[in-house]
């Protein structure tokens, strides 16, 4: 019997809000206008499900297709390319608007900026999109990767030049290391997408970048007639990418919002285990996280993503990873007509819980709750496709994390 899905609706008492100003609509255009400088960029696509939609009793599922990003498959890029600029410029006392990829890298840069050494701990996404924007603007990174990272994942961050190793500890571990090794560096960095107390801005940094996702995620729902989602089905491991979706979205709809459903591995379920606390406050899980959703595999919040989360998710999702699996059987597989989305681990579970809801009474609770029915607009994000060859292929060929 599988283990079952488990949720916590949100009573926490509501915070200050100081932190959503970091996600204003002007934010996010200075960090969509950054990206789109790059030769590589064009948006991603957003796939419109309507079969699935059907089958599932919604009226509309839309699901954003993260693994045509820079041709990197996931979009972890948008958050560390955007951070390193904002560096440069607060680094050389300009604004991020002059810092295009024309201008970072031109000698000119060079010459006035010099070389810094960009630190991450990383999954595997994360970390790519760190090398890989360090290598594209003559920057270096070295790259500390948790014990039971997957190979591909070590060869693709490799590949792109960084220095990359796998440590014998989780992710939480090597953040730590990677900080240290910043800080004893000559122009070393850290680039992550967590914060604690003292690292903060970086952090908000990132989540700006991941911005730009979201804001081509609206102006494609609108040019398919959908003004403005019903639900926002969005993965957290940090909860970065949660904090920066939804908080685009509470700048973009202020009066009128979407219901925001958070969800996490389970094995490393800090988020719902602070809504489950209900007091406010952070939760921190340890141990190894074992999961095959790995970029989600992270034990300690964010605590600036915290503060939006807290003050604006409908509910809190905690997943075993046979949702996951499912998620990406269903995406993989598709309704005839709906288009294909490649989809890996960390990336489908939005869909393996979205029809987990629809498909059966045992969580009739929870779509009642959110008010889940054939009028609902649902927008979730696949953010990787297929990042683990091998386990992809377990999964989808195999039928490993079998529903029964």
């Not at 919604?58 to 041709?71: C, I, Q, S």
């Not at 995620?217 to 940090?238: I, K, T």
């Not at 964010?302 to 989360?309: E, K, P, V, Y």
Request: hydrophobic letters at 45%.
């Amino acid at each position: 019997m599988n283990a079952p899905i488990k949720w916590a609706p949100n009573r926490m008492p509501a915070g200050d809000d100081r932190n959503l100003s970091i996600m204003s609509l002007p934010n996010i255009a200075k960090a969509r206008f950054f990206h789109s400088s790059f030769p590589q960029y064009s948006p991603t696509p957003l796939a419109s499900l309507e079969g699935m939609a059907k089958y599932l009793g919604l009226g509309g599922l839309y699901v954003k297709n993260e693994a045509h990003r820079f041709g990197l498959n996931a979009f972890k890029v948008l958050g560390g390319s955007f951070a390193m600029a904002r560096y440069i410029a607060k680094a050389m006392n300009r604004d991020v608007s002059e810092m295009t990829y024309n201008y970072l890298t031109s000698a000119a840069l060079r010459e006035e900026f010099g070389q810094a050494t960009f630190f991450s701990a990383t999954d595997g996404n994360h970390g790519r999109g760190v090398a890989w924007a360090a290598h594209a603007l003559g920057q270096k990174a070295v790259i500390r990767m948790p014990k039971g990272s997957s190979q591909s994942r070590y060869d693709n961050i490799a590949k792109e030049g960084a220095e990359v190793t796998i440590e014998e500890v989780n992710y939480d571990e090597c953040v730590r290391m990677a900080a240290a090794e910043a800080a004893a560096t000559d122009h070393g960095v850290v680039i992550q997408d967590t914060a604690w107390e003292g690292y903060e801005e970086i952090p908000v940094w990132i989540m700006q970048g991941y911005g730009t996702m979201a804001s081509e995620a609206a102006d494609q729902l609108r040019q398919l007639g959908v003004n403005r989602p019903s639900h926002v089905f969005v993965q957290a491991g940090v909860g970065s990418l949660a904090g920066a979706v939804i908080g685009y979205f509470l700048n973009l709809f202020p009066a009128d919002p979407p219901k925001f459903i958070v969800m996490e591995a389970q094995a490393a379920d800090c988020l719902y285990q602070g809504a489950l606390a209900g007091d406010g406050k952070p939760r921190i899980v340890t141990g190894d996280l074992n999961t095959i959703m790995a970029g989600l595999a992270c034990g300690e919040p964010n605590i600036i993503s915290w503060d939006i989360l807290r003050n604006h998710v409908a509910a809190f999702v905690s997943c075993p990873d046979w949702v996951s699996a499912r998620g990406m059987r269903m995406l993989g597989v598709p309704v005839k007509g709906d288009p294909k989305v490649i989809s890996g681990e960390s990336g489908a579970v939005g869909m393996g819980v979205i029809a987990a809801l629809m498909e059966t009474d045992a969580y009739k609770d929870l779509r009642d709750y959110l008010e889940l029915d054939r009028f609902s607009q649902v927008l979730m994000f696949s953010t990787e496709g297929n990042t683990d060859p091998l386990k992809f292929r377990k999964v989808l060929w195999d039928g490993e994390y079998a529903t029964a």
